[in-house]
């Protein structure tokens, strides 16, 4: 599925993704938005004690995917397919795009149009039950109008995750998509950096950027997620972010 870009009044250039209100991985989610608050970026990111490392990986993903959704939102108007005939990060680096599926053959593309191939892409994956499962969350929403005691409920989720057919309810494959995903999104953050810093100063979003792309680096570097050959396009910057936090 395809979106039409829409309007900077809109903040954002994807539907936003929501985490079932309620559930586990939307709890997780206020943990990490009530320790981001605290300024602290490298504890925000760790794994909060007792979780499971999947959950928190797909909990951020999810996030840093709405994050970047509205930062490039903002900046729609800017990267258009004059302003920005190739998808780049600087004069060195230049991004072709292939999905493995749709489109197995890298092809050669505006900015705009390859971050909506990638956008789509990733909201696709994030769609995916098999990937990024939500029935934990559903089972908890539809439970908890019974009024059955917290114990009694957290033993009965405890038994659903248990009798998933794998075990857990992630399949084997999900830290591969999830450092795919990622690594695009890097991409994004690269491209916004590189050539269209200037608008974003304009429009007074600079500090909002600067913190959401350190948030995202911490993570990633915290979980080894990215390989750092990635991560060159901004590798000056990314020292820089690092170095100020020590």
């Known amino acids: 599925m ?68 509205m930062l490039y939102g903002t900046i729609t108007e ?3 397919e004059s302003n920005c005939a190739v998808m780049s990060a600087g004069p060195r680096y230049e991004y072709h795009w292939a999905d493995g599926t749709n489109i197995k053959k890298p092809i050669k593309c505006s900015a705009p149009k390859y971050i909506d191939y990638l956008m789509t892409w990733v909201q696709d994956q994030l769609d995916d039950e098999t990937l990024f499962p939500s029935k934990i969350g559903e089972l908890y929403q539809r439970l908890k109008p019974l009024k059955i005691p917290l114990s009694h409920l957290l033993l009965i989720l405890h038994i659903r995750l248990a009798s998933h057919s794998t075990g857990v309810p992630f399949p084997k494959n999900f830290m591969s998509v999830a450092k795919t ?47 750092r050959r990635e991560l060159a396009p901004l590798q000056d910057l990314i020292e820089k972010l690092g170095s100020k936090d020590r």
């Open 78 to 80: 800017f990267c258009t």
């Open 2 to 69: 395809s979106f039409l870009f829409g309007s900077r009044s809109s903040k954002t250039f994807k539907p936003k993704k929501n985490l079932p209100e309620g559930s586990h991985q939307y709890e997780l989610l206020k943990h990490a938005e009530a320790t981001l608050g605290s300024g602290n970026l490298r504890q925000a990111v760790m794994l909060p004690e007792g979780e499971d490392l999947n959950e928190w990986i797909a909990v951020n993903t999810v996030d840093f995917f709405n994050q970047i959704n």
């Open 181 to 227: 995903i990622l690594k695009r999104l890097f991409r994004v953050y690269a491209h916004i950096y590189h050539q269209h810093f200037d608008s974003v100063i304009q429009l007074q979003e600079e500090a909002h950027l600067n913190t959401s792309f350190k948030h995202f680096i911490f993570f990633v570097q915290e979980f080894n997620l990215i390989d």
